[in-house]
């Protein structure tokens, strides 16, 4: 099956520093990717959408400033957590749908601790 | 936008029994609706999903029926096994290629 991947899978920063987290499409290629924020036992929260080779489409009340958003490839989308504060630490979960198909991939997540 | 309502938030069954987990939505347009299950700090991993143009989807274990008049739609264990303790989430979206709104999850327990 398509296989999402995500570096790196954990990540310990200090507050007021960025990280950067990529998302890669290994066997097949994403025009379309999608970022989540999942906050301990809760549900995955769309973030925004990263369309190749054009601007992410944010949600509401999510920062684009501070989440930056790449796609600058057909398998590779980044987010950058710009300024990171306690309140950003969160397991970050991308997926890609493979094309012509209903289904979404998930990448394994990258769990970020800003302290 | 599409707001999904999942229910209960916690099940827990014994092993070999049945578990359904009901979800419900609000947008009309929604026409696709997976179900994600997901261990402790795991991705989620799709384990079964239907369409709108079908009420009813079974594999093994695992049946998933959709109601589109009532906007609901329900996940469906049956025999369950102490592997299958995990969250659950239902979604839905607007079409392959969209973005999933998630339920808030359910925390399923299946003990021996």
């Known amino acids: 099956g398509a296989v999402v991947s995500q570096h790196p899978s954990w990540v310990i920063c200090k507050s007021g520093t960025s990280v950067k987290i990529e998302c890669r499409s290994l066997?097949?290629?994403?025009?379309?990717m999608f970022w989540y924020r999942q906050f301990p036992k809760q549900s995955l929260m769309l973030m925004a959408t990263s369309n190749e080779g054009s601007k992410a489409t944010y949600e509401q009340g999510v920062e684009k400033d501070k989440f930056l958003i790449n796609h600058a490839s057909l398998t590779l989308s980044t987010l950058t957590v710009t300024s990171a504060h306690p309140e950003d630490s969160s397991f970050y979960i991308c997926?890609?749908?493979?094309?012509?198909?209903?289904?979404?991939?998930f990448g394994p997540g990258t769990r970020l601790t800003v302290l | 936008g599409e707001n999904v309502e999942q229910h209960p938030s916690t099940l827990s069954v014994q092993e070999g029994d049945s578990a359904v987990i009901k979800c419900t939505y609000s947008d009309s347009a929604s026409n696709y609706f997976p179900w994600y299950k997901q261990e402790l700090g795991k991705r989620p991993q799709l384990i079964i999903d239907i369409r709108s143009n079908v009420g009813e989807k079974k594999d093994q274990r695992i049946a998933v029926t959709l109601n589109k008049t009532a906007k609901h739609f329900s996940l469906h264990i049956t025999e369950t096994q102490p592997e299958d303790s995990a969250v659950y989430f239902c979604a839905a979206s607007v079409d392959s290629g969209y973005a999933l709104n998630f339920g808030k999850g359910t925390s399923l327990l299946v003990t021996p």
């Open positions: 997926s890609a749908n493979l094309l012509r198909t209903d289904t979404q991939y």
């Open positions: 066997d097949f290629q994403a025009t379309t």
